[in-house]
Nanobody, 127 residues
Framework: QVQLVESGGGLVQAGGSLRLSCAAS????????MAWFRQAPGKEREFVAM???????YYADSVKGRFTISRDNAKNTVYLQMNNLKPEDTAVYYC?????????????????????WGQGTQVTVSS
């Protein structure tokens, strides 16, 4: 069973940067798309970014141009580089594994497309 462990969250001032990491166990990491979601207090969990096994990337409009998702298959790790952070980026950030191996389609934002989730890491952006 794959397990995901996030790290890299913290407190940062508006305009600052953070890099989140998500380390995965298991041998099949490279076959699956990986994504980052976030959940702010009182809000539903929302899609942030996704990277396919082909390295194609997709972003929510709210983070496009500021966040970059990447992966290192040799290290079984996916990253989220977050620049120009805003107070509205404050949330618990989760990484997730797509349930569909070698997925090549364009359906990637729904929570139920992902079958393994990390424990989350808190990101707080002060104004």
């Amino acid at each position: 069973q794959v397990q995901l462990v996030e790290s890299g969250g913290g407190l940062v001032q508006a305009g600052g940067s953070l890099r989140l990491s998500c380390a995965a166990s298991g041998r099949t990491f490279s076959l699956y798309a990986m994504a980052w979601f976030r959940q702010a207090p009182g809000k539903e969990r929302e899609f942030v970014a996704m990277i396919k096994n082909s390295a194609s990337t997709y972003y929510a409009d709210s983070v496009k141009g500021r966040f970059t998702i990447s992966r290192d298959n040799a290290k079984n790790t996916v990253y989220l580089q977050m620049n120009n952070l805003k107070p509205e980026d404050t949330a618990v950030y989760y990484c997730a594994k797509d349930r569909r191996p070698l997925y090549s389609g364009t359906d990637y934002t729904a929570n139920d497309l992902y079958d393994v989730w990390g424990q989350g890491t808190q990101v707080t952006v002060s104004s």
